[in-house]
């Protein structure tokens, strides 16, 4: 059974930083792409930043130029940078695996930016 499971979030002040953990339950090369989403109340769930299994990276506007996405082969373990954090970046973290058709989710971390 597939399992990934994140770690790392909690609450922050403005302009503070976070750093996600996604671990992956077999080899993280079984998975095509690995990426975090997030869903803050009231709003559907967004792309924030996503790496392939050759490590493109794609990232969504709003994060550009202050998360970082990264992986650890070695761990089986996707990372997510997250600096200058802002109060728009409260919400719940998800990471994602897509291996063949199928996509598979962690259960989620809450990032809760507050002063």
């Known amino acids: 059974q597939v399992q990934l499971v994140e770690s790392g979030g909690g609450l922050v002040q403005p302009g503070g930083s976070l750093r996600l953990s996604c671990a992956t339950s077999?080899?993280?090369?079984?998975?095509?792409?690995m990426g975090w989403y997030r869903q803050a109340p009231g709003n559907e769930r967004e792309l924030v930043a996503r790496i392939t299994i050759n490590s493109r990276t794609t990232y969504a506007d709003s994060v550009k130029g202050r998360f970082t996405i990264s992986r650890d082969n070695a761990k089986n373990t996707v990372f997510l940078e997250m600096n200058s954090l802002k109060y728009e970046d409260t919400a719940v973290y998800y990471c994602?695996?897509?291996?063949?058709?199928?996509?598979?989710w962690g259960q989620g971390t809450q990032v809760t930016v507050s002063s």
């Open positions: 077999g080899s993280i090369f079984s998975f095509y792409y």
């Open positions: 994602n695996g897509r291996k063949g058709l199928d996509d598979y």
